[in-house]
């Protein structure tokens, strides 16, 4: 079964930093695609980042380039975002996603539950 575990979400002041862990299991991690995802209250989802595979090709939403660096410990089954320079518009649910491919090109399959950040002072 495959599990997808977040945390590391809290009350941040604006401007300070964040890592966001997502713990996977129930698949073969090194051979998936992951992304992070968010969504803020009252909107809908938004992609962040992602990571092939191999983590060679990896992408960002212009909103959080420059600030957010997705990562992936493939002995630990790990999936990281750290957040720099956090903004109040950054408050979101932080989600998890692993493709169905090695590539990010392709769709998710499955999500964890979230991980709450709250970015105020």
């Known amino acids: 079964e495959v599990q997808l575990v977040e945390s590391g979400g809290g009350l941040v002041q604006p401007g300070g930093s964040l890592r966001l862990s997502c713990a996977a299991s129930?698949?073969?991690?090194?051979?998936?695609?992951m992304s992070w995802v968010r969504q803020a209250p009252g909107k809908g989802p938004e992609w962040l980042s992602a990571?092939?595979?191999?983590?060679?090709?990896?992408g960002y939403v212009d909103s959080v380039k420059g600030r957010f660096t997705i990562s992936r410990d493939h002995a630990k089954n790990m999936l990281y975002l750290q957040m720099n320079s956090l903004k109040p518009e950054d408050t979101a649910v932080y989600y998890c996603?692993?493709?169905?491919?090695?590539?990010?090109?392709?769709?998710?399959?499955?999500w964890g539950k979230g991980t709450l950040v709250t970015v105020s002072s």
């Open positions: 996603a692993k493709y169905r491919s090695p590539w990010w090109s392709d769709a998710m399959d499955y």
């Open positions: 129930g698949f073969t991690f090194s051979s998936y695609a």
């Open positions: 990571s092939n595979s191999g983590d060679s090709n990896i």
